[in-house]
């Protein structure tokens, strides 16, 4: 089954400035990807997902993420964070039928004033 | 309906009962899942759903757990002789072919 590694468990950042959230996978067939948030005491909303044509993939609330299929990346990033990002993001990977999906640990992303 | 529904919320039970965990997916989404997240953790897999049939199940964690789907729509998840370490937030999620996963709000279960 496909696995994924996010490196990073906690994130604080400053508000405005820029990050990163890292998520690399293992898969041994051709893969979908997703960030999930979320958000304290809500469920998991979808941020964006890759299913197939350009690597750079655009999401809700000004994130976007890119596929690097030789590194097996799907990182996430947003070039200016707001307070209301803090929140729980997950990487998720599924196989190219969308079946048995796995997800990381999780990275807390706390965005400070 | 609109949204994936899980039932109930909230179920506080003892030690050694047995529990029923209910998922409504979105009409028409083939795939069905379920999750189990503890506090601090990513959704653990559980099993997974297409149509009737569990075409996944390998994250039970034993055999206390078991999960059915007999008409291919609602799913429950049972478990019996609950034990403290089963307290957890239990997700489901659903899918159709090619699209992702929508997830509902979860049931909290918490075995005293």
């Known amino acids: 089954a496909q696995s994924v590694t996010q490196l990073d468990s906690q994130v604080p950042v400053f508000e405005e400035a820029p990050v990163e959230l890292r998520c690399n996978y293992s898969s041994s067939v051709s893969v979908y990807l997703f960030w999930y948030v979320q958000y304290p005491n809500q469920g998991l909303q979808l941020l964006l997902k890759y299913l197939s044509g350009s690597t750079l993939v655009k999401g809700i609330n000004g994130f976007e993420a890119e596929f690097n299929k030789s590194q097996t990346s799907f990182h996430l990033r947003k070039p200016s964070v707001h307070i209301s ?21 999780g990275t807390r992303l706390t965005v400070k004033p | 309906g609109a949204g994936v529904s899980q039932t109930p919320s909230n179920k506080v039970t003892e030690k050694g009962k047995y529990v029923e965990l209910r998922c409504d997916p979105i009409s028409g989404h083939t795939a069905l899942y379920w999750y189990r997240q503890s506090l601090g953790q990513g959704p653990e897999f559980l099993i997974y759903f297409q149509g009737t049939g569990a075409a996944d199940d390998s994250g039970l964690p034993n055999d206390r757990f078991f999960a059915v789907r007999p008409e291919g729509s609602v799913s429950t998840l049972k478990i019996q002789r609950t034990e403290r370490g089963d307290s957890a937030v239990y997700l489901c999620a659903s899918s159709r072919p090619g699209g992702p996963a929508f997830f509902g709000q979860g049931t909290r279960l918490t075995v005293v």
């Open chain 1, 85 to 105: 990002d803090t929140a729980e993001y997950f990487c998720a990977v599924s196989d190219d039928n969308n079946n048995d999906m796995r997800f990381g640990a």
